[in-house]
Each structure stands twice: as C-alpha cells, then as structure tokens.
C-alpha cells in the first residue's frame, strides 16, 4: 500500500501505536498537552478579573463638585447685615415696590443691580440706595432713630423761624434809623429792642437750625456696601 508522504505526523504516531513505548509516549504526549491548555486558558479568566478590578477602580473616582450656577446678567449676589431688624423694598421703574427682605440675620440674596432700594421699618428712618456691582456684595444697615429725626426737624423748624423773626426785627430797626436820620429830631435808643430782638433771633435761629441739621445727620439710617470677599 502506497503511503501519503505528506502525512509524516501520522506516520510517527501510527509507529508509536506499534510498542509500549510508543503507547507510553503517546499517553504522556496527551497528558502534557492538556495541563498546557489548561494553564493557558486559566490565566485568561484572571487577566478578565484584573482588568475587571481596574475598571472598577476607575469607576470609584470620586468626581469632580460641580460649578455653581452664574448669577443672570445685571444681578449681585450680597450680603444683608443690620443692627435691628429691617424692611427691604425694591421698585423697579414704573412698577410698586415690593419686599425683598425682612429680619436682622445675616443672609445672602441675589438682586438686581437697576433697582432702587429703600431701608424701613417700625421707628425707623427711610434710606434709599443703589447697589454697586462689587463681587460678594455687602450691605451693612446701622439703623437710625425716629426721634432724632423728628426732634431735628423740630429744631431746625423753631430755629428758621427764630431767623426770620431777628431778620425781620433788624430790618424794621435800620428802616427806623434811616427815617430818623433823615427827618431828625428822633431818639435812637427808641430801637434798641429792635436790635435786641434781631440780634437774639437771629443768634439763637442760628444754633437751632445747626442743631437741627446734627441732629437729622445723625440719627438718619446709614447704608455702607463693600466686598464681602470669598463666601466659600
């Protein structure tokens, strides 16, 4: 029988099959075969795991915080902070001004820079502001006081009038002098209380009017703004 020469591999197992030996090398061939192919695909099951474990490891990352929103456009974030507990309006033109704020405590508020604010409350003076467009905006409020407001006016009331009444006294006095200059024969002691009366008015006049306006200036509701700085 004519063999295939392109078969040598059968050939030797074929020759092996012939003896024990061959039958024992055959045997151990086998074995060694598949301890190989059982080694090899073991370790790619770990490889599996390891890279398993590594995407897990990537995946606990911790991520990034996330930004806070930007603030709209003509809007200041700021701070309230005041001494008594305080109103809060906005008006926006054309329209009715409405509360933005109530209380003492200091707290963080976003508004809009083109409204006009005003500072109120139970015995305390009215302020007006504008905010200013510094980052982290704060507005502190020193609260003033009512009485002292009115007992300025008061003053500044009392004193006008005492002004006017020595400046009314002293014209009458000089118009009296001058007729008596003119026509003779008069006695000017007789415009003395003229003088008195306009002198004392207008001195005293004087001081109640500036005493009135230190007063006002005083007791009136201050509103500072500055940069609060990082709020973090």
């Known amino acids: 029988m004519r063999r295939n020469r392109a078969a040598p591999y059968d050939d030797c197992v074929a020759t092996r099959h012939r003896s024990p030996v061959g039958v024992l ?5 086998t074995l060694c075969s ?11 099951p770990a490889a599996s795991s390891a890279g398993d474990g590594n995407a897990a490891t990537s995946t606990a ?15 200041v974030r700021l701070q309230i902070v005041a001494d008594q507990p305080i109103d809060l ?3 926006e033109a054309g329209e009715e001004p409405r509360s ?13 820079i083109a409204h006009v604010y005003t500072v109120s409350g139970s015995q305390i003076p009215r302020q007006t502001f504008r905010l200013r467009a510094l980052p982290n905006l704060r507005v502190d409020v020193s609260v003033g006081s009512k009485g002292g407001q009115v007992g300025g006016g008061v003053l500044i009331a009392l004193g006008g009038l005492g002004v006017v009444t020595g400046a009314v006294a002293l014209l009458i006095g000089v118009g009296n002098a001058g007729l008596i200059s ?3 024969g008069g006695r000017m002691d007789a415009l003395t209380p003229y003088w008195t009366v306009g002198a004392v008015g207008l001195g005293v006049g004087s001081l109640m009017v500036g005493g009135g306006v230190v007063l006002l200036v ?7 703004q500055s940069s609060a700085g990082n709020t973090n």
């Open 34 to 44: 598949q301890s190989t192919w059982a080694q090899t695909s073991g370790a790619a």
């Open 89 to 91: 309006w906005a008006k």
């Open 182 to 184: 003119f026509l003779g």
């Open 218 to 224: 005083r007791s009136r509701t201050r509103v500072r």
């Open 25 to 29: 090398a055959a045997s151990l061939l």
């Open 61 to 75: 990352a911790p991520t990034p915080p996330v930004a806070a929103p930007s603030l709209p456009a003509n809007f």
């Open 100 to 112: 933005v704020f109530t209380g003492q405590q200091e707290v963080w508020l976003s508004l809009p």
